[in-house]
């Protein structure tokens, strides 16, 4: 460097004017291509910090809905049945486990009542034959199957390196399994079911057969064929051969992951700690495009967010969020918000709040902090919805779970007004 500048400074003082003119263009030229070089980094600099802020929000979006079983294969490769639907409650199957001394499941019902269902209550119903009919006893106990699906996936995501986001299923709480209490001995002689019939009473109306939820998310059983890399140090890298067309969750249940990228040609590969695996299995969560709903009783629930930049550099710096207008803010994000108005943000102790609504934790999966749930003040959020409808404290209870990860010190609770 110092060499140059001496060149330089000898050099210069011999140029003719010509030469003196033409080193000055060139000087000028230089310099100009290099601001205009420095402020398209700049550019993009500044494009990759606000898209790294923005892109947070949306790391883990998917839609879910309820459908009649009847129209599931509406939505084949488009939206996908959580559990297996398929002869769960086969009479020869409860039969079966009625004379083995099972525990007996005779359906599953979807409970359109935003009030808790009694699990205590009896009601009455009756099993036919043949030439008989008798009477039986049965209860509705809370279905979790769809919630220890669910629970599935977020365990699987932290093993492959994503960010959860709740999920908008404002309905898992409100399946419920039949389940029999007792039936009148001549049922235990009987060689065929041909019908069950039962009496919810008042609840009747209340009570829909024949429904599961679907969500854009796909279980992929068996990926094969792949051919393992040694990359160092225990690490094995393969080529899964599944294309960039979503999200993809490895259900990493006897390896280890170290890392997740794709090639050239857009195919994901997986670097893990085996090199004679011979089949994955994955989740792939369906990019969000527009989903057709065939004259379907529910909507599609979302969990996706609008990107902002505050919203994610509070994300990506864990800022504590200290005002009443930032709640609004992070409210008018969530798409799953739309038709509910914030009035007002309380806090009480516990023993000082009489609560007025059913609010449930849709993450009641995740890891809790340290402190002690019992003794966490609540943090109260006011609402005003401007729709009467099915599930509507479902889909608010995915709203306080939201805000339930911006304020682990609190226990949230969301009311309507």
């Known amino acids: 460097m110092e060499h140059l500048?001496?060149?330089?400074?000898?050099?210069?003082?011999?140029?003719?004017?010509?030469?003196?003119?033409?080193?000055?263009?060139?000087?000028?030229?230089?310099?100009n291509n290099l601001i205009e070089s420095i402020s398209q980094k700049h550019e993009r600099i500044e494009e990759n910090i606000k898209n790294s802020f923005e892109g947070l929000d949306n790391s883990f979006s998917f839609y879910s809905t309820i459908v009649s079983v009847n129209e599931i294969n509406y939505y084949d490769g488009i939206l996908f049945p959580l559990i297996d639907e398929k002869n769960r409650y086969d009479f020869d199957k409860i039969l079966k486990n009625i004379k083995d001394n099972n525990e007996i499941k005779l359906g599953k019902i979807l409970y359109c009542e935003e009030k808790l269902c009694d699990e205590e209550r009896e009601f009455q119903g009756k099993i036919f034959s043949e030439n008989q009919s008798f009477k039986i006893g049965f209860k509705l106990i809370r279905f979790d199957g769809y919630r220890e699906e669910v629970k599935k996936l977020y365990n699987y995501s932290k093993n492959n390196f994503f960010s959860w986001t709740t999920p908008n299923m404002p309905f898992l709480n409100s399946f419920f399994e039949i389940e029999l209490s007792y039936a009148d001995e001549e049922v235990y002689k009987i060689e065929q079911i041909k019908n069950i019939t039962f009496d919810f009473e008042e609840l009747e109306e209340k009570i829909k057969f024949n429904f599961c939820p679907l969500w854009s998310i796909e279980k992929i059983h068996k990926i094969t064929s792949m051919d393992a890399i040694w990359i160092g140090e225990n690490k094995y890298r393969y080529k899964t051969g599944i294309n960039n067309f979503g999200k993809?969750?490895?259900?990493?249940?006897?390896?280890?992951?170290?890392?997740?990228?794709?090639d050239e040609k857009n195919i994901l590969e997986i670097t893990i700690d085996k090199s004679?695996?011979?089949?994955?299995?994955?989740?792939?969560?369906?990019?969000?495009?527009?989903?057709?709903?065939?004259?379907?009783?529910?909507?599609?629930?979302?969990?996706?967010?609008?990107?902002?930049?505050?919203s994610g550099?509070?994300?990506?710096?864990?800022?504590?969020?200290?005002?009443?207008?930032?709640?609004r803010r992070i409210l008018l994000t969530m798409e799953g918000a739309k038709g509910f108005n914030l009035v007002e943000v309380k806090v009480f102790s516990q023993r000082d709040y009489e609560n007025k609504t059913s609010t449930f934790e849709i993450n009641s999966f995740v890891e809790k902090d340290i402190r002690n749930e019992e003794t966490k003040e609540l943090m109260i959020f006011s609402f005003e919805c401007n729709e009467i409808k099915e599930f509507l404290?479902?889909?608010?209870?995915?709203?306080?779970?939201?805000?339930?990860?911006?304020?682990?010190?609190y226990r949230c609770v969301g009311e309507l007004i």
């Open 5 to 31: 500048k001496k060149i330089i400074k000898e050099e210069v003082p011999k140029l003719t004017e010509l030469e003196m003119s033409l080193f000055k263009d060139s000087i000028e030229n230089m310099f």
């Open 276 to 310: 004679n695996l011979k089949e994955l299995s994955c989740y792939i969560i369906k990019k969000n495009n527009e989903i057709p709903i065939k004259n379907n009783i529910y909507p599609l629930w979302k969990n996706n967010k609008k990107a902002t930049f505050i």
């Open 248 to 262: 993809t969750i490895f259900i990493n249940n006897n390896y280890k992951i170290h890392g997740l990228d794709y």
């Open 393 to 409: 404290l479902g889909e608010l209870s995915y709203i306080i779970s939201e805000f339930q990860i911006y304020f682990p010190e």
């Open 313 to 327: 550099f509070n994300n990506r710096f864990n800022q504590r969020i200290r005002s009443l207008g930032e709640i």
